[in-house]
């Protein structure tokens, strides 16, 4: 036990040195660690500081927000609170939790399967380039991984022995996770599945009362904001940034391939035909894209007609809807670090910020992958100075690795124990989930949250390949003799 402890430091140690280091050398300076959604964020926690009220308005009156859900903000406010409005302290308390992240994976890794696919996945882990860089902005994934890295392993307790404190601490964990991120709460069903069909041999009593207490403890966080949502809007919802996500990227991303116009169009254009059932505040109608964000969608009633007519789209374009998504999976696969989103900031370049990924799905649907990989290459890799294109070069081919390992070693990983098969099926569904939901975003920070899960099936399916080729070598052995 001494050693393993000794092990998961030493591992959380070099995690914490890497990321730290990064922080102190390049993410150093508030506008490298700003992402857009940054300034929302911590307007929020600042709002909260100064005035004790959610909401991203920079002068009064202050609008109650909608497009967010507090825990992060509150993360934000803890640290500005305790060493003052400081991003790069964000920045650093999440290398920190990172780090703990590097601990958890170890523990979920070498609980299912075997010690050396613990150290083999938290190794991984502190070394992945997705998960490095994401800790270095102002965004709530580093928080949202922690979290459902934790609940994971409370629910792999709640699966060993049903005990009340595990299961609740997983509901809980999951609850604060959604909080963090709407998301999350697809993890919960996702468990709520797997603990049922764990529990079906249970009394049916006891089995109602587990899955009970479980949903119970993921309501508790949530019942607050779920309230002050209702008394402020009149309305039951978490946020409604990702029913925005939703009609802005996925609808307008559909009516941009149907009517082969551009996203930015297709946002206008499903804005413009919403407006006439928007309530309260009346919109004017947008032009460019800007203008779309008007205080009239901080009224969730509005975000609910903008999502009715975008469901409208998705219904009306079904095969197109199909195309979008599995384009989005399959780049989610293969996504690298945001070299255009890094390098405009560190290089001050503004041909670095201009935008060249519909032109290069116009070439690769139109079956052009050379002319594809020549733009890419042009505007974006061959300017860059050498440590770029080994840093865009590793994070490609750790990407590659990590998910070629991983399934290629699934049907090995199944074919194993209780419990190997169940934390195998939870982390391709997680991972799964994580990828396709997101649809064409096409931001590495959605890819970076399914990381966790990939590098766990893919240390366990080595581990598990290593330990047949081992069991074989000595049987042989002892058949040759």
């Given at each position: 036990m001494a050693r393993k402890i000794a092990t998961a430091t030493l591992i959380a140690l070099l995690a914490l040195i890497i990321r730290c280091a990064v922080t102190l050398t390049w993410f150093n300076q508030r506008e490298r660690i700003f992402a857009?959604?940054?300034?929302?964020?911590?307007?929020?926690?600042?709002?909260?500081?100064?005035?004790g009220a959610f909401s991203q308005?920079?002068?009064?009156?202050?609008?109650?927000?909608?497009?967010?859900?507090?825990?992060?903000?509150?993360?934000?406010?803890?640290?500005?609170?305790?060493?003052?409005?400081?991003p790069t302290a964000v920045v650093i308390s999440q290398d920190i939790i990172d780090t703990i992240s590097t601990i958890l994976i170890y523990a979920i890794a070498s609980s299912a399967s075997t010690h050396a696919a613990g150290v083999l996945a938290s190794i991984a882990y502190a070394i992945a380039p997705l998960p490095i860089f994401q800790c270095q902005r102002m965004l709530s994934e580093t928080l949202f991984v922690f979290l459902t890295l934790a609940a994971v392993l409370a629910g792999l307790k709640a699966l060993a022995r049903f005990r009340t404190g595990a299961i609740a601490a997983c509901g809980l964990l999951l609850g604060l996770a959604t909080l963090t991120r709407p998301i999350g709460i697809g993890i919960w069903l996702i468990w709520l599945v797997a603990l049922a069909v764990?529990?079906?041999?249970?009394a049916f009593s006891t089995w109602l009362q587990a899955m009970g207490k479980f949903a119970l403890s993921f309501l508790l966080p949530i019942a607050p904001w779920l309230i002050r949502n209702f008394i402020a809007f009149?309305?039951?919802?978490?946020?409604?940034?990702?029913?925005?996500?939703?009609?802005?990227?996925?609808a307008a991303a559909v009516l941009s391939r149907a009517k082969g116009i551009s996203l930015e169009q297709a946002q206008v254009q499903l804005f413009n035909q919403s407006i006439n059932d928007f309530k309260g505040m009346r919109p004017f109608k947008a032009e460019r894209a800007n203008d779309i964000w008007q205080p009239a969608v901080q009224d969730p009633r509005n975000v609910a007609a903008l999502v009715r007519h975008a469901r409208d789209v998705i219904k009306r374009y079904p095969i197109e809807a199909i195309s979008v998504h599995t384009e989005g999976f399959a780049q989610y696969m293969f996504m690298t670090l945001p070299i255009r989103d890094v390098l405009a900031k560190f290089a001050g370049s503004e041909e670095h910020s201009k935008p060249i990924r519909e032109r290069m799905m116009k070439l690769l649907r139109d079956g052009k992958v050379g002319a594809a990989i020549s733009t890419a290459w042009n505007e974006r890799l061959h300017q860059l100075p050498?440590?770029?294109?080994?840093?865009?070069?590793?994070?490609?081919?750790?990407?590659?690795?990590?998910?070629?390992v991983a399934l290629s070693s699934v049907k090995v990983c199944i074919r194993r124990g209780n419990t190997v098969r169940t934390v195998c099926l939870l982390c391709?569904?997680?991972?799964?989930?994580?990828?396709?939901?997101?649809?064409?975003?096409?931001?590495?920070r959605f890819r970076a949250i399914a990381e966790p899960w990939l590098i766990i099936l893919a240390s366990i399916g080595i581990s598990n390949i290593a330990e047949g080729k081992r069991k074989g070598a000595m049987q042989q052995s002892a058949i040759s003799r």
């Amino acid at each position: 036990m001494a050693r393993k402890i000794a092990t998961a430091t030493l591992i959380a140690l070099l995690a914490l040195i890497i990321r730290c280091a990064v922080t102190l050398t390049w993410f150093n300076q508030r506008e490298r660690i700003f992402a857009p959604d940054s300034y929302g964020y911590e307007r929020l926690a600042i709002n909260l500081i100064e005035h004790g009220a959610f909401s991203q308005s920079a002068i009064p009156p202050l609008v109650p927000d909608t497009h967010r859900t507090p825990l992060y903000p509150l993360f934000i406010l803890a640290v500005y609170r305790a060493v003052g409005e400081y991003p790069t302290a964000v920045v650093i308390s999440q290398d920190i939790i990172d780090t703990i992240s590097t601990i958890l994976i170890y523990a979920i890794a070498s609980s299912a399967s075997t010690h050396a696919a613990g150290v083999l996945a938290s190794i991984a882990y502190a070394i992945a380039p997705l998960p490095i860089f994401q800790c270095q902005r102002m965004l709530s994934e580093t928080l949202f991984v922690f979290l459902t890295l934790a609940a994971v392993l409370a629910g792999l307790k709640a699966l060993a022995r049903f005990r009340t404190g595990a299961i609740a601490a997983c509901g809980l964990l999951l609850g604060l996770a959604t909080l963090t991120r709407p998301i999350g709460i697809g993890i919960w069903l996702i468990w709520l599945v797997a603990l049922a069909v764990a529990a079906r041999r249970l009394a049916f009593s006891t089995w109602l009362q587990a899955m009970g207490k479980f949903a119970l403890s993921f309501l508790l966080p949530i019942a607050p904001w779920l309230i002050r949502n209702f008394i402020a809007f009149k309305m039951l919802f978490l946020c409604t940034g990702h029913h925005l996500a939703f009609a802005y990227y996925n609808a307008a991303a559909v009516l941009s391939r149907a009517k082969g116009i551009s996203l930015e169009q297709a946002q206008v254009q499903l804005f413009n035909q919403s407006i006439n059932d928007f309530k309260g505040m009346r919109p004017f109608k947008a032009e460019r894209a800007n203008d779309i964000w008007q205080p009239a969608v901080q009224d969730p009633r509005n975000v609910a007609a903008l999502v009715r007519h975008a469901r409208d789209v998705i219904k009306r374009y079904p095969i197109e809807a199909i195309s979008v998504h599995t384009e989005g999976f399959a780049q989610y696969m293969f996504m690298t670090l945001p070299i255009r989103d890094v390098l405009a900031k560190f290089a001050g370049s503004e041909e670095h910020s201009k935008p060249i990924r519909e032109r290069m799905m116009k070439l690769l649907r139109d079956g052009k992958v050379g002319a594809a990989i020549s733009t890419a290459w042009n505007e974006r890799l061959h300017q860059l100075p050498l440590v770029a294109k080994l840093l865009w070069l590793y994070s490609l081919l750790f990407a590659l690795l990590v998910e070629g390992v991983a399934l290629s070693s699934v049907k090995v990983c199944i074919r194993r124990g209780n419990t190997v098969r169940t934390v195998c099926l939870l982390c391709m569904s997680m991972a799964l989930y994580l990828l396709l939901s997101p649809g064409p975003q096409l931001e590495p920070r959605f890819r970076a949250i399914a990381e966790p899960w990939l590098i766990i099936l893919a240390s366990i399916g080595i581990s598990n390949i290593a330990e047949g080729k081992r069991k074989g070598a000595m049987q042989q052995s002892a058949i040759s003799r």
